[in-house]
C-alpha cells in the first residue's frame, strides 16, 4: 500500500495523551507482574517452611517434605510457576520485554 492510501495524521495532545496512559499502564502491569513474582516466592519459601517443619514430626522423614508439600497441593519446590513463565514468554515474543 502506498502512502496515498494512508493519509499522515498529525499528533493531537489527545493522541499524545493516549499514547502516554498506554505507556503509563504498561509499566504498571510490568510493576505487578514483578510484585506477584515475588509474593510468591515469599509464599512458596513459607510453604517449603511448614514442609520443613511438619517432615521432622515423627510421622515423617526428611524425604517426605515433597509427599508433604504433594498432599497439600502445594508446587513450592517448583522453580517457576508456569503462569508465569507463559506470560514472560508471551511478553518476550510480543516485544513487551
Do not use: T
Not at 5 to 10: D, G, Q
Not at 19 to 41: C, F, K, P, T
Not at 46 to 68: K, L, T, Y
Amino acid at each position: 500500500m502506498s502512502d496515498q492510501e494512508f493519509p499522515l495524521v498529525e499528533s493531537s495532545p489527545i493522541l499524545v495523551d493516549l499514547l502516554n496512559q498506554i505507556r503509563r499502564m504498561e509499566n504498571e502491569r510490568v510493576d505487578l507482574l514483578q510484585v506477584i513474582a515475588s509474593l510468591r516466592a515469599e509464599r512458596d519459601e513459607a510453604r517449603r517452611e511448614v514442609c520443613m517443619w511438619q517432615s521432622i514430626s515423627p510421622q515423617h522423614d526428611m524425604n517426605g517434605i515433597f509427599d508433604i508439600a504433594d498432599q497439600r497441593g502445594w508446587d513450592c519446590y517448583k522453580k517457576q510457576n508456569e503462569a508465569l513463565d507463559r506470560i514472560a514468554q508471551f511478553d518476550q515474543e510480543n516485544g513487551f520485554l
